[in-house]
């Protein structure tokens, strides 16, 4: 039996790989399960329900001994189930620089740097002159899509768009997805808004100074400007407070019309922000194009910091 699995609490393109490659193997002749562990996240959710096919299984207590292992979207065997011996992995895909080789002493390892790792998973249907079927063609579909931010993310490869487009025409979707796709991290409210923007935080001690940068990636982000204003700038305040944090960021990402609008909430960290963009004229809400994401942001805030602070003596 071959077992393909993921992360724990793998992202959708973790699950449609999932599902996917089973698909292959299991048309191929070769007997396989997809199995998970973990939370589904809200993208997940939308496609779940969006398609009512939902192959994966939970991980339970063991896995049938001789089971062979597939991973996918992950290459670092220390956030998988701790129940999978890492010499009984065969295969591994992944789209991330891979630091972890020396670990997987019998595995094919297939490692290339492109924006979604379903990307990866659709050109081995390719290559084996396999057809997805429609319900696994929307998943890879809709992961490649979340995973790039509709294409616009500087991790987009040509081939992504080109297996898009192969999975898109198999899918039986209409243009209009992509929106209700993108919609599912939307439902913003005023009274969630401060849940949503610290789930998905990010904090860090950077030459003795604490920072903190939140994200999100929504359909109309100009919401950030208008009703949501004031609950943006209270949620920014709390979570400054409840980090300890001497400077807060956020950047608020629009998925369909491609911009990054930058919210600071006081002097500091307009002024500190400002230089380390390099956006001299940084307002406190500002609009920026093409999108930024935060992994792109946080070298510069390293690089930043550690030549312009000195650092306080002990
Ligand atoms: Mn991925």
Redesign the pocket.
């Known amino acids: 039996m071959i077992i393909v699995t993921g992360c724990h609490g793998p992202?959708l393109?973790?699950v449609a790989c999932m599902i996917a490659y089973s698909e292959l193997l299991n048309i191929q002749g070769t007997v396989s399960e997809s199995v998970y562990s973990g939370e589904l996240d809200l993208e997940t959710a939308f496609v779940k329900d969006y398609t009512n096919y939902f192959p994966l299984k939970q991980c339970g207590d063991s896995y049938p001994p001789d089971s062979k292992f597939v991973l996918v979207?992950t290459a670092n065997p220390d956030i998988i189930d701790s129940s999978i011996p890492v010499d009984s992995i065969t295969k591994v895909f992944d789209?991330?620089q891979l630091v972890f080789t020396n670990r997987f002493s019998n595995a094919e390892l297939h490692i290339e740097l492109v924006g979604?790792?379903?990307t990866l998973i659709a050109e081995e249907f390719q290559k084996n002159d396999v057809i997805p079927s429609q319900n696994t063609s929307i998943y890879l579909y809709s992961?490649i899509i979340f995973?790039t931010i509709n294409f616009q993310n500087a991790v987009t490869t040509d081939r992504d768009i080109q297996a898009a487009k192969w999975l898109f025409s198999l899918s039986g979707l209409d243009e209009n997805y992509k929106n209700k796709l993108f919609s599912a991290k939307s439902k913003i409210s005023s009274s969630n808004l401060y849940e949503i923007l610290s789930q998905d935080f990010s904090a860090k001690t950077l030459s003795e100074t604490r920072v903190g940068i939140a994200q999100i990636e929504m359909v109309g982000i100009s919401r950030m400007e208008g009703d949501l204003r004031e609950s943006l700038e209270k949620a920014l305040k709390k979570l400054k407070d409840d980090y300890s944090l001497k400077y807060i960021f956020f950047n608020g990402i629009d998925v369909i019309e491609g911009y990054s609008l930058f919210v600071t909430i006081d002097p500091d960290s307009l002024d500190i922000f400002s230089s380390i963009l390099e956006i001299p004229e940084l307002e406190y809400s500002h609009k920026y194009s093409p999108i930024v994401m935060r992994k792109q942001i946080w070298p510069k805030v390293e690089a930043y910091l550690s030549t312009h602070l000195q650092k306080t003596p002990k």
């Open positions: 992202d393109d973790g979207d789209h991330r979604s790792c379903a992961a995973s």
